[in-house]
């Protein structure tokens, strides 16, 4: 099958992936050699009456909720769009910093409408990849040929509207979802022209099989992320201590002599692990990398001596510490340290009952899979009847609330009355923490603010009416 790169972006509701919803979905299409193939695609979808948005998101994009309303298209209607005409075989996604935002968000709304939420970046021939460590490893490793931002603090900065500004990119609405894909596609056409190895080389090993050839390799690599040094590129070199729960591997940031942790009992590395970078005490040197998530990785081979100097790394100094981690049992004591790191995180999540978020609780069976699937093709008036079918109790929660959200009008008397108390629930639960109170706080806040211009303020009463208009009339607590 052939292959194609589908460039995307989301605007949406706020930051949290599990909580926040998408309003605005925006794509185009290119062949591999970035030519666009196609027209581009650009949805607003609406957002059902037990949402509120964060103001400070609607205050950055644009799109109020009355917008969203009177011009998109429910959920149900855009992932029956999305799975026939967007994700077709042989499609790799393709964001930026989408594989820990945008992909998420993706993953929660196939879940709330019965589709799979993963199949969609993997099954026949699709794939994924993330923009953004491709250009933080371009700028650590080869950075000839383009303009490199920094922000007011002269720290490095790579944010999409500030690398397509200094190189004279086409971005004349930064954050609509359609015009920071076209700036995206110029930016990859831009790296491909001035790096095209890296380009290639990055795009070849996305696949989580690759990915975990070069780490597994026993030698030590490049890594780039978000999570090391913006004084150094957010780049070093590491090699794997251990493995992670199959799906990844523990790395150790070879800048770093691993003599210094051996003595660390399990307990301390499982407090030098959690430690902030802000507070007092050595950090653990050690970070997780899932082969799914399309990191950044390359050969030692590519540390040239320019990169050396601009990383700041002297290669002789981390071969030595990969001897020295060899030598090192560092993996037993590791192991116990993430049990009781992860065993802390566990202990300190409060329980959740909202259904709308338990995707990661399991995967569902091969009948409920199947019940699914005919739900999503089933009228309104039929979907009650699958109630009593489905096993997982997740399912059974989001049936009702697949309805009320997609098919509101088909709602009997007693539906609408179960879901005024639903929104009650949710969006009054709590009295002066609940969704609601937070909500107009935020939009107190907003409205104090000094010299806010007049759009700004369209946007503010536009939210104030609709956080209004939603209010549940019963709000006894």
């Known amino acids: 099958m052939a ?36 027209q581009p695609d650009n949805f607003l979808i609406k957002l059902s009456d037990d949402i509120v948005p964060n103001p400070t998101a609607v205050m950055i994009t644009g799109i109020t909720p009355q917008k969203s309303i009177n011009e998109g298209i429910t959920e149900s209607e855009f992932l029956k769009i999305f ?30 409408n019965f589709y799979d939420a993963y199949e969609w970046h993997w099954q026949e ?24 931002p920094f922000d007011k603090d002269s720290k490095p900065t790579n944010r999409l509207e500030l ?39 990055m795009l070849n090993i996305r696949d989580k099989k690759d990915v975990s050839k070069l780490v597994n390799s026993g030698q030590p690599f490049v890594y780039t ?31 770093n002599d691993p003599t210094e942790f051996a003595s660390m009992s399990p307990i301390e590395m499982a407090k030098a692990w959690t430690r902030r970078h802000n507070e007092e005490g050595i950090k653990l040197p050690i970070k997780k990398l899932l082969f799914n998530h399309c990191p950044a990785i390359a050969p030692l081979a590519v540390m040239d001596l320019n990169s050396q100097k601009r990383l700041g790394i002297k290669l002789e100094t981390v071969l030595k510490n990969f001897k020295k981690l060899q030598e090192t049992d560092l993996r037993t004591p590791l192991l116990e340290a993430l049990d009781i790191v992860e065993k ?16 990661y609780d399991g995967f569902l069976d091969n009948n409920d899979k199947n019940i ?106």
């Open 225 to 255: 992320s978000g999570k090391y040094s913006n004084d150094w590129q957010k780049t070093t070199v590491v090699a794997v201590v251990a493995d992670y729960a199959n799906r990844g591997s523990l790395v150790f940031d070879l800048r």
């Open 372 to 477: 699914s699937q005919i739900i999503r093709q089933s009228k309104p008036e039929e979907l009650n009847g699958f109630l009593t079918k489905i096993k997982d109790q997740r399912l059974q929660g989001l049936l009702p609330l697949y309805k009320a959200r997609n098919f509101h009008s088909s709602l009997d008397s007693q539906e609408l009355k179960e879901w005024e108390e639903y929104r009650r629930r949710r969006l009054m639960g709590g009295k002066q923490s609940s969704r609601l109170a937070i909500f107009f706080k935020n939009l107190a806040l907003i409205a104090n603010e000094p010299n806010l211009t007049p759009e700004k303020q369209y946007l503010l009463e536009e939210l104030q009416l609709y956080g209004q208009s939603i209010m549940p009339n019963d709000t006894d607590d």
């Open 3 to 38: 292959q194609t790169l589908y460039f995307y972006d989301l605007e949406t509701t706020g930051t949290d992936t599990r909580n926040d919803r998408v309003m605005q979905f925006a794509g185009q299409r290119t062949d591999m050699q970035l030519n666009n193939a196609g």
């Open 125 to 148: 021939g699709r794939s994924r990849w993330d923009m953004l460590d491709v250009v933080r490893m371009m700028r650590a490793l080869r950075p000839e040929g383009i303009n490199w």
């Open 83 to 112: 799975s026939s005409e967007i994700s077709v075989p042989g499609t790799i996604f393709v964001g930026f910093n989408s594989v820990r935002f945008d992909d998420e968000l993706m993953r929660f709304m196939l879940y709330r």
């Open 163 to 201: 690398l397509t500004g200094l190189n004279a990119i086409e971005h004349g609405n930064a954050h609509d979802a359609l015009s920071d894909v076209f700036a995206l596609i110029d930016l990859a056409r831009l790296i491909r022209k001035k790096q095209p190895k890296l380009f290639d080389f």
């Open 344 to 359: 802390s995180k566990l202990a300190k999540t409060e329980p959740n009952e909202d259904v709308d978020t338990k995707l």
